[in-house]
């Protein structure tokens, strides 16, 4: 028994170091790309609305809170409900890998974070998975309704933004079915495979079981995921309020172009999206605000994350430490 408690103990441990050095190590970077975003934002000369900008660092956080609560959300759907402390630094820690080189280190990160607390490492892995489509698609339905119509190019027109919005908004109602319910359809092809030899050795390897959210589950994480979503684009609208001294009638205009600007983004080949958004969104708001406004705007809105970041991380890290009853909630 002490040989059991020893291992425990150290596996702990173990957990622990590994927590604490993604932690600091993505914060590093996060501080490096501040940093190196900064040096760029200073060379544009813009009148800045105190005001404004803490209205959109709260609006931008308040997403970030939003997010996180969404994925303990949808992780509760896969069978393992989270206190919300908890829930935060997990989801803070493992999305701040987000900028590292592969995108397979938030879904390993995440689930490795995620196992101490008894969650299956499966449906966390899958979470990530579900989580980026649920957001890409609520970009996509925000752009189809709001981006500059050249956003798709010329030869794009009102017939590809009404595909894309209503393909994704299908895609969002569907999610339970589909991503979210992984382990149906592989567990229907499951006894195909076992007759193709090539494919025989897949057969029985996935946990078909783990892989089912509950419906109602992932449908209350994909509205609280669309609620963050807005949330975002909200905060790019005061952020531009104050930078660019944006009116009233360039709300959609600025709304429409952010959202596009995760869509491309999001589906990019760079981490994060990092330089592909912005050049979506400078390209989208050259004409109304000239591209040197547009250009330290872009770049603003990825400062704005990576400040709020720096504060939300330590935050997020201590909470929910204490394990037992305050890692589950009762259903």
């Given at each position: 028994?002490?040989?059991?408690?020893?291992?425990?103990?150290?596996?702990?441990?173990?957990?622990?170091?590994?927590?604490?050095?993604?932690?600091?190590?993505?914060?590093?970077?996060?501080?490096?790309?501040?940093?190196?975003?900064?040096?760029?934002?200073?060379?544009?000369?813009?009148?800045?609305?105190?005001?404004?900008?803490?209205?959109?660092?709260?609006?931008?956080?308040?997403?970030?809170?939003?997010?996180?609560?969404?994925?303990?959300?949808?992780?509760?759907?896969?069978g393992?409900?989270?206190?919300?402390?908890?829930a935060l630094?997990?989801?803070?820690?493992?999305?701040?890998?987000?900028?590292?080189?592969s995108?397979?280190?938030?879904?390993?990160?995440?689930?490795?974070?995620?196992?101490?607390?008894?969650?299956?490492?499966?449906?966390?892995?899958?979470?990530?998975?579900?989580?980026?489509?649920?957001?890409?698609?609520?970009?996509?339905?925000?752009?189809?309704l709001?981006?500059?119509?050249?956003?798709?190019?010329?030869?794009?027109g009102?017939?590809?933004?009404?595909?894309?919005?209503?393909?994704?908004?299908a895609?969002?109602?569907?999610?339970?079915?589909?991503?979210?319910?992984?382990?149906g359809?592989?567990?229907?092809?499951?006894?195909?495979?076992?007759?193709?030899?090539?494919?025989?050795w897949?057969?029985?390897?996935?946990?078909?079981?783990?892989?089912?959210?509950?419906?109602?589950?992932?449908?209350?994480?994909?509205?609280?995921?669309?609620?963050?979503?807005?949330?975002?684009?909200?905060?790019?609208?005061?952020?531009?309020?104050?930078?660019?001294?944006a009116?009233?009638?360039?709300?959609?205009?600025?709304?429409?172009?952010?959202?596009a600007?995760?869509?491309?983004?999001?589906?990019?080949?760079?981490?994060?999206?990092?330089?592909?958004?912005?050049?979506?969104?400078a390209?989208?708001?050259?004409?109304?605000?000239?591209?040197?406004?547009?250009?330290?705007?872009?770049?603003?809105?990825?400062?704005?994350?990576?400040?709020?970041?720096?504060?939300?991380?330590?935050?997020?890290?201590a909470?929910?430490?204490?394990?037992?009853?305050?890692?589950?909630?009762?259903?």
């Amino acid at each position: 028994m002490s040989g059991s408690n020893s291992s425990i103990a150290e596996r702990q441990r173990s957990g622990t170091a590994v927590r604490w050095t993604l932690g600091l190590a993505t914060a590093a970077m996060i501080v490096w790309l501040a940093v190196r975003y900064w040096d760029d934002l200073r060379q544009i000369d813009l009148q800045v609305d105190a005001i404004g900008l803490v209205a959109a660092v709260i609006v931008s956080m308040t997403a970030t809170w939003c997010l996180a609560l969404g994925w303990r959300e949808l992780i509760g759907g896969y069978g393992t409900p989270l206190a919300q402390g908890p829930a935060l630094r997990i989801w803070m820690l493992s999305q701040a890998t987000r900028y590292l080189p592969s995108g397979l280190v938030p879904v390993v990160a995440r689930a490795g974070l995620a196992a101490p607390l008894g969650v299956n490492r499966a449906a966390a892995g899958a979470s990530v998975i579900v989580e980026t489509a649920t957001l890409v698609g609520w970009s996509a339905v925000f752009a189809a309704l709001w981006a500059p119509a050249d956003w798709l190019g010329t030869a794009g027109g009102w017939l590809a933004r009404i595909v894309i919005g209503v393909g994704a908004a299908a895609g969002l109602v569907t999610l339970p079915w589909t991503l979210a319910g992984a382990g149906g359809w592989w567990r229907r092809i499951d006894g195909l495979m076992q007759r193709v030899v090539v494919l025989r050795w897949l057969s029985g390897r996935m946990q078909t079981d783990a892989l089912n959210a509950e419906r109602p589950a992932v449908w209350r994480a994909a509205f609280i995921y669309g609620l963050a979503v807005a949330q975002r684009l909200m905060a790019s609208v005061l952020l531009a309020a104050a930078l660019l001294a944006a009116g009233g009638a360039d709300i959609w205009l600025i709304a429409g172009a952010t959202a596009a600007g995760i869509v491309v983004g999001m589906v990019g080949i760079t981490p994060a999206g990092l330089g592909v958004r912005e050049v979506v969104v400078a390209a989208l708001l050259a004409e109304r605000f000239g591209v040197g406004d547009a250009a330290a705007f872009a770049i603003a809105v990825r400062v704005l994350e990576f400040a709020h970041e720096l504060v939300m991380l330590p935050l997020a890290a201590a909470a929910g430490r204490r394990r037992g009853s305050d890692h589950a909630e009762p259903s």
